[in-house]
């Protein structure tokens, strides 16, 4: 369990107190028996993934989103992860994907994350049980720098299908940017932007390089105390275009809940695995706050949104 921090009044961050953790205990499951999807549906499994995948049952996930220990030594509170070499790495890889496989509908997608050095061994691995479509990278401004390297300051996510028939909202996850040299039309009209009060954006389609993502930090009320939490707007992006309302999306290292909290907001259906029981009941913790405040920061008006720009309803209109 993390050391308890004395927080500063705009610190949102989200922790627990131990009366929490044995009330959210409570929530979570564990698997010994082969299981019906009805069964685990929003439900966090707390268990260690290679145990609860030889009970979960076959083609019931729409969307995989995968997000494992970096290949790098870590701990994640209770549980320790040590660097291995690439190839070692990609065979520990292999050593899960085999298995969850066979959860996977035939339409069904999968997001892998990973930084640059594990993303040399990602594909080795996706490209032999699946299509590889895409790989995202994201813009992950934070950290101090390195005085003998370039700076880390991306990740990728990897993105793969089970076959060729797959969902893909290109709608769902358009951004609105602002344009800096804005064109009119022989009216003097605006040509493929919006004009506001607060500038002129451009409704555009995404690509595969996001640099208008925030990581969490202290003073957003989504922020956890987990080392390695991704951002709600990022997993936004991946549930809206790849996945449909009632949909349901699979997490099998779902750290502190980002995956199922996202899922909620978004009206799709969820199952997490994760080992650690503190991060476990954060989860349950975060999935009651969900139903009280569903916003997610960046997401407006069913639309995404640069950083340091103000949503205003009207944007959402197409071009």
Not at 226 to 243: C, D, N, R, Y
Not at 270 to 296: P, Q, W
Request: glycine share 4%.
């Amino acid at each position: 369990m993390p050391l308890k921090k004395i927080k500063s009044l705009r610190n949102k961050t989200i922790d627990l107190s131990p009366k929490e953790i044995i009330d959210y205990s409570s929530r979570l499951i564990s698997l010994s028996h082969n299981t019906k999807s009805k069964e685990i549906l929003n439900k966090t499994i707390n268990q260690d993934l290679f145990e609860t995948v030889n009970f979960l049952p076959d083609k019931f996930v729409d969307l995989l989103i995968v997000d494992p220990p970096y290949n790098l030594s870590k701990r994640f509170n209770s549980v320790s992860f040590r660097a291995k070499s690439i190839v070692d790495y990609a065979e520990w890889i292999n050593s899960f994907i085999v298995n969850l496989k066979k959860i996977l509908k035939p339409t069904a997608t999968i997001y892998f994350c990973g930084d640059w050095h594990t993303s040399i061994s990602i594909p080795l691995v996706l490209d032999k049980h699946f299509i590889i479509r895409n790989r995202i990278t994201w813009e992950r401004e934070k950290g101090r720098g390195a005085a003998k390297n370039w700076k880390a300051s991306s990740e990728d996510i990897w993105f793969c299908t089970v076959s060729n028939k797959y969902t893909f909202n290109s709608d769902a996850v358009k951004l609105n940017r602002k344009v800096i040299a804005p064109y009119r039309n022989k009216d003097g009209e605006p040509k493929d932007w919006n004009k506001h009060k607060n500038g002129d954006y451009r409704l555009t389609f995404p690509s595969n390089l996001w640099n208008e993502i925030s990581v969490p930090f202290w003073s957003m009320s989504e922020n956890t105390y987990h080392p390695t939490q991704k951002p709600e707007k990022l997993v936004a992006k991946l549930i809206l275009a790849s996945t449909n309302r009632g949909d349901i999306v699979f997490d099998p290292f779902l750290g502190s809940g980002t995956s199922s909290v996202t899922a909620k907001k978004l009206n799709r259906n969820f199952v997490g695995v994760e080992i650690d029981k503190y991060y476990a009941c954060l989860t349950e913790k975060r999935l009651e706050l969900a139903a009280i405040n569903n916003s997610i920061q960046g997401y407006d008006f069913g639309v995404f949104w640069e950083r340091n720009t103000t949503p205003v309803p009207s944007g959402t209109k197409k071009q």
